[in-house]
DNA sequence: CAATAGTTTCAGAAATTTCTGAAAGTTCAG
DNA sequence: CTGAACTTTCAGAAATTTCTGAAACTATTG
């Protein structure tokens, strides 16, 4: 593998992107090298391709390990560990959308809903609990179906995703056929 | 506005999750305040509420104003500032996500692309351009299909939600009932 | 116009995050 | 078993981000 100036503008920028998306920028350079590698790369080689210490590496591809990302190859004939990105890119970024809703979403929707629960004080907090209400609303709605849609092929979701708005004439199409509740 | 444990735990929760979302954890928690308070309010306030420093305030607010999340509040004799969130909550998630999409999918896609239009040197390069490809193109289909979501209404977009993967079927049903090219 | 109220800006301090490299730990080969 | 290869961990250094508070700036009032 050669770190050239083409691969190393893509790792720069997805490392920066990386900490948007939950883990820092160098956990995001290591991830980048390992996604457009064709071969496993040992740490060893990480650490020179990347500029980094061999320990940083080693506590990065644990953070990626965690987020289940990264796994582990043993060659024939070699102590070290090399790595490598799993999956397609369809799967990454469902993996990177998972443990997001994990780490960020269900926290949140837990908090929201012990603070809806409590009694509201005073005006202040009965406002605060309605906007609450509200963002909790939204929020689980979204990540309710975002999950769903997790269940989709990558074709299925693909076509879905080019018809677009067109979705709501779709809607609309389906209604005009549904059986009335009383004919 | 009062300070209460209810509206305190929602405050530095939301200022956590600002760092995930785009906006430190200061401005979160400025504009966790600001969506939960009934009554615009104005910096010194804030800056008593949040135990920050007038200064950081000014700052913060400086943020949400070029995320066009807040909106200052003129009262009749009155030199201060106030301020409030804008919109509902759906229009500050619409924000939130047209913002971030401007300051990290665009011009992400735009480096994809300049990649992708170079000259593979080697075979390195060759199968990181197919990567690439392919990242941008299910980042591209993504925040096309994002967008014309925005396009559809509140009430639209929760039907659609609450259809969940249901979606899929409803794909199946209209193929069914498309005319075919040639009868 | 001068004084005051109010806001913004910014240098440097403070806080936080990330990193290094060596110690500690684990595994393998002779 | 010992020495070497390899990996992990962590204390403290380095880098980065955030913050403060005072100077600079703006607007209003008498």
Same mark, same amino acid.
């Given at each position: 593998?050669?770190?050239?100036?083409?691969?190393?503008?893509? %790792?720069?920028?997805?490392?920066?992107? +990386?900490? @948007?998306?939950? /883990?820092?920028?160098?956990? #995001?350079? &290591?991830?980048?090298?390992?996604?457009?590698?064709?071969?496993?790369?040992?740490?060893?080689?990480?650490?020179?391709?990347?500029?980094?210490?061999?320990?940083?590496?080693?506590?990065?591809?644990?953070?990626?390990?965690?987020?289940?990302? %990264?796994?582990?190859?043993?060659?024939? +004939?070699? @102590?070290?560990? /090399?790595?490598?990105?799993? #999956?397609? &890119?369809?799967?990454?970024?469902?993996?990177?959308?998972?443990?997001?809703?994990?780490?960020?979403?269900?926290?949140?929707?837990?908090?929201?809903?012990?603070?809806?629960?409590?009694?509201?004080?005073?005006?202040?907090?009965?406002?605060?609990?309605?906007?609450?209400?509200?963002?909790?609303?939204?929020?689980?709605?979204?990540?309710?179906?975002?999950?769903?849609?997790?269940?989709?092929?990558?074709?299925?979701?693909?076509?879905?995703?080019?018809?677009?708005?067109?979705?709501?004439?779709?809607?609309?199409?389906?209604?005009?056929?549904?059986?009335?509740?009383?004919?």
């Amino acid at each position: 593998m050669q770190m050239t100036p083409m691969i190393e503008s893509f %790792v720069c920028h997805f490392g920066e992107m +990386g900490s @948007r998306w939950g /883990f820092n920028r160098t956990v #995001g350079q &290591i991830y980048a090298l390992l996604v457009v590698s064709e071969q496993p790369i040992c740490a060893n080689e990480i650490a020179e391709l990347l500029g980094i210490s061999r320990g940083n590496v080693s506590m990065g591809l644990k953070e990626l390990g965690s987020w289940q990302l %990264v796994q582990v190859i043993h060659k024939q +004939g070699e @102590r070290r560990e /090399f790595y490598q990105s799993r #999956g397609s &890119i369809w799967d990454m970024a469902n993996r990177v959308f998972e443990e997001r809703r994990k780490r960020e979403m269900d926290p949140t929707l837990s908090l929201l809903r012990d603070i809806m629960m409590d009694e509201a004080a005073n005006n202040d907090e009965a406002y605060a609990q309605k906007r609450i209400t509200e963002i909790h609303d939204l929020l689980e709605n979204i990540t309710e179906w975002t999950q769903s849609l997790q269940s989709l092929s990558p074709e299925k979701l693909n076509t879905l995703m080019k018809l677009g708005s067109g979705v709501g004439k779709v809607l609309e199409f389906t209604d005009k056929f549904r059986p009335k509740k009383d004919a």
